[in-house]
Nanobody
Framework: QVQLVESGGGLVQAGGSLRLSCNAS????????MGWYRQTPGKQRELVAT???????NYADSGRGRFTISRDNLKNTVYLHMNSLKPEDTAVYFC?????????WGQGTQVTVSS
C-alpha cells in the first residue's frame, strides 16, 4: 500500500498563492491517477483536480483557470499550484492515489485563505 504525505498548506491572504505537495512512498510511475480533493466541515469531500499517468488533467469548476496539477515521477510527487486564492478555497486538502492496489488517501493539509 502506498503512503501519501501532503505538505505546503498554510495561511495566505486572498489573491495569494500556495503550492501543495504530495509525496508517495511508491513510484508514481505505477499510479494511474493522482489527485487533490478538499473538504470543509459539514460538506462532502470534493474533487479539486486529477492527473493520470498520461498527463491527462481534470479540474473542478471551482479551481479551473486558477489551479494547476502536475506530477514529478522522479520525485514520486504530485503538486497542486493554487493561484488567486479565495476565502472559499479554505479547506483541508487531501492527496489521492488510485492504481491496481486500490485507492489511498493522505492525512490532509490545511489551507486557510483570509479575506
Amino acid at each position: 500500500q502506498v503512503q501519501l504525505v501532503e505538505s505546503g498548506g498554510g495561511l495566505v491572504q486572498a489573491g495569494g498563492s500556495l503550492r501543495l505537495s504530495c509525496n508517495a512512498s511508491e513510484s508514481t510511475f505505477i499510479i494511474n491517477v493522482m489527485g487533490w480533493y478538499r473538504q470543509t466541515p459539514g460538506k462532502q469531500r470534493e474533487l479539486v483536480a486529477t492527473i493520470t499517468s498520461t498527463q491527462t488533467t481534470n479540474y473542478a469548476d471551482s479551481g479551473r483557470g486558477r489551479f494547476t496539477i502536475s506530477r514529478d515521477n522522479l520525485k514520486n510527487t504530485v503538486y497542486l499550484h493554487m493561484n488567486s486564492l479565495k476565502p472559499e478555497d479554505t479547506a483541508v486538502y487531501f492527496c489521492n492515489a488510485r492504481y491496481f492496489k486500490g485507492t489511498y488517501w493522505g492525512q490532509g493539509t490545511q489551507v486557510t485563505v483570509s479575506s
